[in-house]
């Protein structure tokens, strides 16, 4: 059974560039979520998607954005980038909103010099 | 904030040894979970411990969870040296979304 991918899996940008990292979740899983992780601010809650709707969105700014798509894969997109948008972007899908733990995938490693 | 809080913040034990890292969260929840991650790459779910449960088990792990103090442990038992990594506790505030403590960063000797 495959896993959570994420792609690409390194990516370095300059700032004031976009960025979309795309995430397929695990075949049949239907929740698609996104976490943003920093040495400074550790794992942070970005958004939610399920059936193609965003269901939770978390403090970050309109630069920030994503979508699902009817086969559950989602993308998340970053608009004029930010050096403090250095992170670790994991995926994570279940098979309804968590209700019984997320598979988290490999991550994004996204570099902004 | 509701984030869970862990401590110890790091560990170092010697391999066989049992590890015990705690969790303390400030509002109540729906379930609390249990991730591990290794170098910085993606997270390991390992046990998901629903309010209404007090102890889970998988193989040699062991969670506990006491509402009533809020707080949550994570036994690692008979440990070995790819236990290594970082361990952290997330809470679902009945809101479909987790909220991550810091991490323990455990390391275990050989």
């Known amino acids: 059974k495959a896993g959570v991918t994420q792609t690409p899996r390194y990516l370095i940008k300059t700032r004031g560039q976009q960025v979309t990292l795309s995430c397929s979740p695990i075949?049949?899983?239907?929740?698609v979520s996104w976490y943003q992780q920093t040495p400074g601010q550790g794992l942070q809650f970005l958004f939610e998607?399920?059936?193609?709707?965003?269901?939770n969105k978390g403090n970050f700014p309109g630069r920030f954005s994503g979508r699902q798509f009817s086969n559950s894969r989602s993308e998340m997109n970053v608009s004029t980038l930010e050096l403090g948008d250095s992170a670790l972007y994991l995926c994570?899908?279940?098979?309804?909103?968590?209700?019984?733990?997320?598979?988290f995938g490999s991550g994004t490693r996204l570099t902004v010099v | 904030s509701q984030q869970g809080e862990e401590d110890p913040q790091a560990l170092s034990i010697q391999e066989g040894e049992n590890a015990t890292m705690n969790c303390s969260y400030k509002?109540?929840?729906?379930?609390l979970q249990w991730y591990r991650q290794n170098s910085g790459r993606g997270l390991v779910h390992l046990i998901l411990?629903?309010?209404?449960?007090r102890e889970k088990h998988s193989g040699r792990l062991r969670v506990t969870l006491d509402t009533s103090k809020k707080s949550s442990s994570l036994l690692i038992t008979a440990s070995r040296a790819a236990d290594t990594a970082s361990y952290f506790c997330?809470?679902?505030?009945?809101?479909?979304?987790?909220?991550f403590g810091a991490g323990t960063t455990v390391t275990v000797r050989a």
């Open positions: 994570a899908s279940s098979f309804y909103r968590g209700q019984d733990g997320y598979t």
């Open positions: 075949s049949g899983h239907r929740s």
């Open positions: 998607y399920f059936s193609e709707t965003q269901r």
């Open positions: 509002t109540s929840i729906n379930n």
């Open positions: 411990i629903r309010s209404n449960e």
């Open positions: 997330a809470t679902d505030f009945n809101d479909y979304k987790l909220s």
